[in-house]
């Protein structure tokens, strides 16, 4: 597993979205190139764990898995 | 709809209820069959199907159709109540209620079908059976907190960002209930293992939320997730919490 911070923009959007579990929010992460990992933690809204390293700069969307 | 004997009715003093106000029983009725119903209270049997909810009907009009049968009642069984509805999650039971009846009536179904029948009525009771078991707090209908109830949040984080910088809580943000922690939570991974987190990093850092009453929540129990046990009791503030209701953190021993 590879621990990834992500940018300040999407910190933002997700201390705005509803948890999934205290402390973490499951999401699905949209890449630039169309790849989309999904159900992927994030941690206190700015850390996630990804099998497959990316660039932070790479991530398009970011959306809640309900 | 059949009247219960004085006896009958005495002997439910010492039952308890399924739900408020009723019974729930399988009875053998003297025309010979056995019925899943209801006792309405504690005095009048309704066959399952016999929903009073769906019904018109005032106390008078039960007393009176009731009164009209000669069916009697030879002996009935209570069912008991089911344990996960004894333990402060009311809401939860009732929201769940669909499924206990999907749940029961497949597999009052499954004893008269027989073959693959059978085997489907009984594997969709099963279905059923887990979605009423579902007690996690998104699950449960918003409820709300009571005078001076107060409510703790781990997190491996001290800059936990679901506390806003006014000391307040972002909306849809979880914690459990001060008696969970008090009780369970001596360490940073004592609240991994009971509110079931993904992280590696114990939940050391303690905050303390200590909302106004009538604060919108929703209560349930952490489910088995991320290889650990759950079974904690688990909030979330639908609507966040304003500020100056959060303190800390403290910290507490990783392990």
Redesign the interface.
């Known amino acids: 597993m590879t621990t990834i911070r992500l940018p300040a923009i999407w910190?933002d959007r997700l201390?705005?979205?509803?948890?999934s579990?205290?402390?973490?929010q499951r999401v699905n992460i949209r890449l630039q190139r169309g790849k989309v990992l999904k159900n992927v933690?994030v941690?206190?809204?700015?850390e996630c764990q990804v099998l497959e390293p990316f660039e932070p700069s790479e991530i398009e969307d970011v959306e809640l898995v309900r | 709809m059949i009247r219960l004997t004085p006896a009958q009715i005495a002997s439910l003093d010492t039952e308890p209820e399924y739900r408020m106000g009723y019974h729930k029983v399988h009875a053998k009725l003297s025309a010979g069959r056995s019925e899943f119903g209801y006792i309405l209270n504690q005095t009048i049997f309704l066959q399952e199907r016999e929903n009073p909810w769906q019904m018109n009907y005032g106390w008078e009009d039960f007393c009176g159709e009731a009164g009209k049968t000669t069916i009697s009642i030879d002996f009935f069984r209570v069912i008991p109540r089911e344990p996960e509805t004894l333990h402060g999650v009311r809401y939860i039971a009732v929201s769940k209620e669909k499924w206990h009846v999907f749940a029961e009536r497949s597999a009052n179904a499954a004893l008269n079908a027989c073959g693959p029948t059978r085997e489907k009525l009984l594997a969709n009771s099963e279905v059923f059976a887990k979605a009423a078991k579902s007690a996690e707090a998104k699950d449960a209908p918003i409820t709300v907190t009571s005078e001076g109830e107060v409510f703790k949040?781990?997190?491996?984080?001290p800059?936990?960002?679901?506390v806003t910088a006014g000391r307040g809580l972002?909306?849809?943000?979880?914690?459990?209930t001060r008696e969970d922690a008090d009780a369970h939570i001596k360490t940073g991974v004592d609240a991994v293992v009971r509110?079931?987190?993904?992280?590696d990093k114990p939940?050391s850092n303690v905050f303390t939320i200590r909302p106004a009453a009538d604060t919108d929540l929703q209560r349930g129990t952490?489910a088995p997730?991320n290889n650990q046990p759950g079974g904690g009791v688990?909030v979330?503030f639908v609507i966040g919490l304003p500020d100056g209701t959060v303190t800390g953190p403290i910290t507490i021993p990783d392990k």
């Open positions: 910190i201390v705005h979205l509803p948890e579990g205290m402390g973490y933690m941690f206190n809204a700015e | 949040r781990f997190s491996p984080y800059n936990d960002r679901r972002v909306a849809g943000t979880f914690a459990t509110y079931a987190l993904p992280e939940a952490v997730a688990e979330i």
